[in-house]
């Protein structure tokens, strides 16, 4: 094996719902991730019947999703019932991922907060290193280390998850090649990063 998989981590359930239009319900998972939703869908939808939900980072100042930062990327999934036994209970899209603390769910009406949580996704990479120091702040701050490394992980370690720039930046892996060992086993990804950039190479 190349590289450890993309697997599903962590759920995490909202801290808080709120509906600023009618129809539009806007869930705040209380932490930024990389990763889908798990919706519970009603029984009996209709043919035809639409449910889009939406990601974000932010909020703007009315309660609804900003995304101006995430400049071209839709960060959008779809769902279209088909009215009839074939249509999922649990519904998670499968081949994508996004960058998000808050979504926008439209399409069902009389949601229910229980009714969806927020699933990370990342490469099963071992997480055993620990540290602790007498600084919260400190503490807080490798926390969200740990935390953004592994929003970042999807077979290369991506620039955003959120925006249109899922890729392989290299300054963003440079800043990091100190950091990443400390907190993970790289054993695989390094090389495997090393070989991309050789595949990618101009002879020149």
């Known amino acids: 094996m190349a590289l450890e998989p993309i697997r599903m981590r962590e759920t995490y359930?909202?801290?808080?719902?709120?509906?600023?239009?009618?129809?539009?319900?806007?869930?705040?998972?209380g932490q930024n991730i990389a990763g889908v939703a798990r919706v519970l869908l009603p029984a009996r939808m209709k043919r035809g019947q639409v449910v889009t939900v939406r990601f974000s980072e932010e909020l703007d100042e009315r309660g609804f999703l900003f995304t101006?930062?995430?400049?071209?990327?839709?960060?959008?999934?779809?769902y279209i019932a088909a009215g009839d036994d074939r249509d999922l209970t649990v519904w998670q899209p499968?081949?994508?991922?996004?960058?998000?603390?808050?979504?926008?769910?439209?399409?069902?009406?009389?949601f229910d907060r229980h009714n969806i949580v927020a699933v990370?996704?990342?490469n099963d990479?071992?997480?055993?290193?620990?540290?602790?120091?007498?600084?919260?702040?400190?503490?807080?701050?490798q926390d969200m280390v740990v935390k953004t490394e592994k929003a970042n992980m999807h077979s290369i370690l991506t620039d955003c998850p959120q925006r249109n720039e899922r890729m392989?930046?290299?300054?963003?892996?440079?800043?990091?090649?100190?950091?990443?060992?400390?907190?993970?086993d790289i054993g695989r990804m390094f090389?495997?990063?090393?070989?991309?950039?050789?595949?990618e190479q101009n002879e020149a």
């Not at 081949?95 to 009389?110: D, M, N, P, Q, V």
């Open 168 to 184: 392989a930046w290299m300054n963003d892996a440079t800043v990091r090649f100190e950091e990443t060992p400390y907190n993970f």
């Open 68 to 78: 101006d930062t995430l400049r071209s990327a839709k960060q959008t999934d779809t």
């Open 13 to 29: 359930t909202p801290v808080a719902m709120t509906e600023p239009e009618r129809g539009t319900y806007i869930v705040d998972f």
């Open 94 to 110: 499968k081949f994508t991922y996004h960058g998000f603390r808050y979504a926008e769910i439209k399409g069902l009406s009389l």
């Open 191 to 199: 090389p495997k990063i090393i070989r991309d950039i050789r595949d």
């Open 125 to 141: 990479i071992k997480n055993e290193s620990t540290f602790r120091c007498g600084s919260a702040i400190v503490n807080a701050i």
């Open 120 to 122: 990370a996704q990342y």
